[in-house]
Structures are given as structure tokens and as C-alpha cells.
């Protein structure tokens, strides 16, 4: 018989959160080792949840952490940060509605051990929570992709004309922060709040972004998001 798999669920949609459960649960996927140790719905609450389970001393009772990217408070990137620093070997497999072409490449590079879209198939989410509990990495196909993707462009940046724009890959992670709320349709004064900047600061970040990867304004920035290039 397999060893118990014990997961962290960190999602502040409990019908998100109630799916993962099911999933984890249906017999029909074939995994009981699996089991949902505990849930969180903000960032704070789940670095609380990984002491409480694991504590100083890191005792076996927590093996995968499931973690949305778009968490309250402290967002999905920022819990994965503290994660690596206070326990560096818990392996971390982000969540998201964000396609993989912007957002697995920087979980990746973060320390995430795998990146997987919420519509995965019941299969891959399992097959996902195996493998990073086991000490490996699960990459998608699409998020393989990606990461090659961004080697390449990387490698173009170096050597491309002056001006150039290197993309999304040479934001910063706070100009992620607020590159991502502006593709959510979030107003500058929404992101201040969120993220307890003033107006005028999430206005220098959306220029700094808007420069970098080379979009007129939010529409195209929502375009780029979506993996969709602007006409």
C-alpha cells in the first residue's frame, strides 16, 4: 500500500476547494493515499496551516502544498517565497485560471514544483500531487513549452536590437503583482488598495510594465495575458 499523501489545499473559493476534494477523493482516480490534512483561504493562513502541520522541526505530517496564484492578502507568489525560505523541501504545486504561457514559467523559476491549470483533468491532478510528493517536478506539456520558450527569448533579448522589449519574464515581482490585477480588470486605485501602494505608484509600476513588454495600454496587456498577440 502506498504512504499517505497528506495535502494543503490554499484557495479562497470554496467551491474550488470542495472540487479538489472530490477530486482527491473520487475513487474513480485511484488515489487513497491522498488525503486533504487541511485548508486555507488566504495567504497568511496558509504559512499558519504549513507551521501548524509541520512546524520547526518539519515531522511528516504535511507532503504537497496546492496553492492558488490569485490568494488575498500575501498573493499565490509571495506564499510560495515564504514557503521555499522557511521550508525549503515542501513541494509547492501552483493553481491557476492563468495560462501557462505567462504565469508556469515564473512559479517555476519561484520554486514551484509543478504548475497546473484548475480545468486539469482529474488524471493530471493526481498524477501532479504524486510526483512532486515524491521529490519530482510536473511539468504540463504547455508549461514545458513555455519554459523552453523563454530560454529562447531570453537568449534573443541578449543579442536583440536597443529597445527591444524583453517581456514579461524581465518584470519584477511586484510589476507582476500589478501586471496581473490589470489584466484581471482591476482599476489602479483597486491594485493601490490590494496591495497597499499609493494610485501614483501602481501608475509608475503599469508604465514600467506597459515599457517592458512593449503593449500600448490594457487592452493588449489583457491580449498578452491571454496568450493572444495584439493586431
Known sequence: MNATVRV?????????????????????????????????????????QVERLLGAGGALQLDVVLLDI????????????????????LPVLMLSTYPERQYAVR???????????????????????????????????ATA???????????????????????????????????RLLTAGHSVSEIGAQLKLAPNTVSTYRARILEKTGARNDVELALLARGTPAD
Open 8 to 48: 494543503l489545499i490554499g484557495d479562497d473559493h470554496r467551491i474550488v476547494r470542495e472540487g479538489l476534494k472530490q477530486v482527491l477523493a473520487d475513487p474513480a482516480n485511484g488515489a487513497p493515499e491522498i488525503v486533504v490534512a487541511a485548508e486555507a483561504t488566504e495567504g497568511a493562513e496558509v504559512l499558519a
Open 70 to 89: 490569485a490568494m488575498p492578502g500575501m498573493d499565490g507568489l509571495e506564499v510560495l517565497q515564504a514557503l521555499r525560505r522557511a521550508w525549503p523541501g
Open 107 to 141: 512559479c517555476i523559476q519561484m520554486g514551484a514544483a509543478g504548475y497546473l491549470h484548475k480545468s486539469a483533468d482529474p488524471d493530471d491532478m493526481v498524477a501532479a500531487v504524486r510526483k512532486v510528493a515524491a521529490g519530482g517536478r510536473y511539468l504540463t506539456e
Open 145 to 179: 513549452s513555455a519554459l523552453a520558450g523563454a530560454v529562447q527569448r531570453t537568449g534573443v533579448v541578449r543579442i536583440a536590437p536597443r529597445g527591444q522589449p524583453p517581456g514579461i519574464e524581465a518584470l519584477s515581482h511586484r510589476e507582476h503583482q500589478v501586471f
